[in-house]
């Protein structure tokens, strides 16, 4: 999931923001190698090469079906990043015979900026963040917005992340709370059939469990 989100947003970012500006910057040759760069960079993102991070002490705990604890997630993000950028940088300066070398710098940079936005976009665009402090050994947890069909099947990961909590027990030992605002989101358990985006749930939320008042 992790790896499969952040290549789809290395492809908006780089292919498309980076051709885009070359292509209007009057430099097809530099556009096209852009896009050969980040295409590159896009076959090492794959789930395949990156499951040695688990050998390397560095792996997602998911407790629940679909939620990810953040503090790993951060860091297997960041390393995918690193692994991209790493690629780029092999690739751009094995043409710099061919490219002048300040067209390079000028690829990276663009390149260095936008992967530098990518994990503040991802989270806006693709989870709902949840703190569990009190309630869990991980403290903050990461549910991807798009996998879950109604707002039962999202409190049931919500509840699976949390830790000496009964079954059926919300709105008595537990409730969401909207951080933004403080207030509890009491009637969620009886929305039924309805989804995160009817219930009032949106990608980039941040909530955190409580107990209610």
Same mark, same amino acid.
């Given at each position: 999931?992790?790896?499969?989100?952040?290549?789809n947003?290395?492809?908006v970012?780089?292919l498309v923001?980076?051709?885009?500006i070359?292509g209007y910057?009057? +430099?097809?040759?530099?556009?096209?190698?852009?896009?050969?760069?980040?295409?590159l960079?896009?076959?090492?993102?794959?789930?395949e090469?990156?499951?040695?991070?688990?050998?390397g002490g560095?792996?997602?705990?998911?407790?629940? &079906?679909?939620?990810? &604890?953040?503090?790993s997630f951060s860091i297997?993000e960041?390393?995918i990043?690193e692994?991209?950028?790493?690629?780029? &940088?092999?690739?751009?300066?094995?043409?710099?015979?061919?490219?002048?070398k300040?067209?390079i710098?000028?690829i990276l +940079?663009?390149i260095d &900026?936008?992967?530098? +936005?990518?994990?503040?976009?991802?989270?806006k665009?693709?989870?709902v963040?949840?703190d569990?402090?009190?309630?869990?050994?991980?403290t903050?947890?990461r549910?991807?917005?798009?996998?879950?069909?109604?707002?039962?099947?999202?409190?049931?990961?919500?509840?699976?992340?949390?830790?000496?909590i009964s079954?059926?027990?919300?709105?008595?030992?537990?409730?969401?709370?909207?951080?933004?605002t403080?207030?509890?989101m009491?009637k969620?358990?009886? +929305?039924?059939p309805?989804?995160?985006?009817?219930?009032?749930?949106?990608a980039?939320?941040?909530?955190?469990?409580?107990?209610?008042?």
């Amino acid at each position: 999931m992790i790896h499969q989100t952040i290549a789809n947003y290395i492809t908006v970012l780089l292919l498309v923001g980076g051709a885009v500006i070359f292509g209007y910057s009057g +430099k097809p040759a530099e556009m096209g190698l852009f896009i050969v760069a980040c295409a590159l960079a896009l076959f090492f993102v794959n789930v395949e090469r990156f499951k040695s991070f688990k050998g390397g002490g560095v792996s997602i705990e998911a407790k629940p &079906d679909k939620g990810i &604890d953040s503090a790993s997630f951060s860091i297997n993000e960041k390393k995918i990043i690193e692994t991209v950028k790493a690629e780029i &940088d092999k690739y751009l300066f094995s043409s710099s015979n061919q490219i002048d070398k300040n067209i390079i710098e000028s690829i990276l +940079k663009e390149i260095d &900026d936008r992967l530098e +936005k990518l994990p503040q976009l991802i989270e806006k665009s693709e989870y709902v963040v949840v703190d569990t402090d009190g309630f869990s050994s991980k403290t903050q947890w990461r549910f991807p917005i798009n996998e879950y069909h109604t707002i039962r099947g999202f409190l049931d990961d919500v509840y699976l992340a949390l830790e000496g909590i009964s079954p059926l027990s919300y709105n008595r030992q537990w409730v969401l709370f909207n951080q933004e605002t403080g207030e509890p989101m009491k009637k969620l358990h009886l +929305k039924g059939p309805v989804s995160l985006h009817e219930a009032g749930i949106n990608a980039g939320m941040r909530l955190r469990v409580g107990i209610p008042q």
